[in-house]
C-alpha cells in the first residue's frame, strides 16, 4: 500500500495566519491527491480534488499543490471556521490511503 | 441536493456480522461509485471498499476476506457486511459517494453522518 505522512500532526494557530499542512506519499501518486477537512462529530468534506481543484463552494483562500510525492494544503487567511482535522487521501491506487491527519487549534 | 444515511445496530457481538444500510436520496444510485469508510474512535479514516451501482465491487485488500457490499437500486440503498468482527472494528462507519471522473481521479463528494458501532460482549 502507498503510506500518506501529514506533517504537522498537530498545529496552533490565530485567526488571520497563513498556514501550511504537508503531505508526503511513500511513492508517486502525480497529482492523484485529495484533501478534506472534518470537523468534530462530524463526517468530512471534501475541499480540493486531483491536488489543486477546489471543490464547489469551497472559499478561495484554501488551495492545494504538489505532484509526485510532496503535496501542499494552504489557508491564506484562517478563520474560525477552519479550525478543524484536515487528511489527505491518494486517489492513485487501491485501498485509497488516507494521511494521518492534521489538527488545526487555537493558539 | 444528495443526502446519505445509513442506518444499523450500534452493538455488535465479537465473531458475529456487521451489517449496515447507507440510503441515498436526493438524487439517483444509478451510475455511480458508492462507499464505506470507517474511522476508530480518535483515529484516522480507512476505506473499506466502494460498490458500483451494477454490482461491481472493489474491497480494501486488508478486509477483503471479511467484507461484502450489495447494492439495491429499487430502493435506492446500499449495504456492508463485515464478519468475524473484533473490539478493532469498532469505529464511525460512513458511507459517502465515490465520483470518479477520470483515471486515477476520484474522491468522496457527498457523505452520510456516520453511525458508530461497538463491538463488545
Known amino acids: 500500500d502507498i503510506q500518506m505522512t501529514q506533517s504537522p500532526s498537530s498545529l496552533s494557530a490565530s485567526v488571520g495566519d497563513r498556514v501550511t499542512i504537508t503531505c508526503r506519499a511513500s511513492?508517486?501518486?502525480?497529482?492523484?491527491l485529495n484533501w478534506y477537512q472534518q470537523k468534530p462529530g462530524k463526517a468530512p468534506k471534501l475541499l480540493i480534488n486531483a491536488a489543486s481543484s477546489l471543490q464547489s463552494g469551497v472559499p478561495s483562500r484554501f488551495s492545494g499543490s504538489g505532484s509526485g510525492t510532496d503535496f501542499t494544503l494552504t489557508i491564506s487567511s484562517l478563520q474560525p471556521e477552519d479550525f478543524a482535522t484536515y487528511y489527505c487521501q491518494e486517489s492513485y491506487s487501491t485501498p485509497g490511503t488516507f494521511g494521518q491527519g492534521s489538527k488545526v487549534e487555537t493558539k | 441536493q444528495v443526502q446519505l444515511q445509513e442506518s444499523g445496530p450500534g452493538l455488535v457481538k465479537p465473531s458475529e456480522t456487521l451489517s449496515l444500510t447507507c440510503t441515498v436520496s436526493?438524487?439517483?444510485?444509478?451510475?455511480?461509485?458508492w462507499s464505506w469508510i470507517r474511522q476508530p474512535p480518535g483515529k484516522g479514516l480507512e476505506w473499506i471498499g466502494y460498490?458500483?451501482?451494477?454490482?461491481?465491487?472493489n474491497y480494501n485488500p486488508s478486509l477483503k476476506s471479511r467484507v461484502t457490499m450489495s447494492v439495491d437500486t429499487s430502493k435506492n440503498q446500499f449495504s456492508l457486511k463485515l464478519s468475524s468482527v473484533t473490539a478493532a472494528d469498532t469505529a464511525v462507519y460512513y458511507c459517502?459517494?465515490?465520483?470518479?471522473?477520470?483515471?486515477?481521479?476520484?474522491?468522496?463528494?457527498?457523505w452520510g453522518q456516520g453511525t458508530l458501532v461497538t463491538v463488545s460482549s
Open positions: 460498490i458500483y451501482y451494477s454490482g461491481t465491487t
Open positions: 511513492q508517486s501518486i502525480s497529482t492523484y
Open positions: 436526493g438524487g439517483s444510485i444509478s451510475n455511480y461509485y
Open positions: 459517502a459517494r465515490r465520483r470518479n471522473p477520470g483515471t486515477f481521479i476520484s474522491y468522496f463528494d457527498y
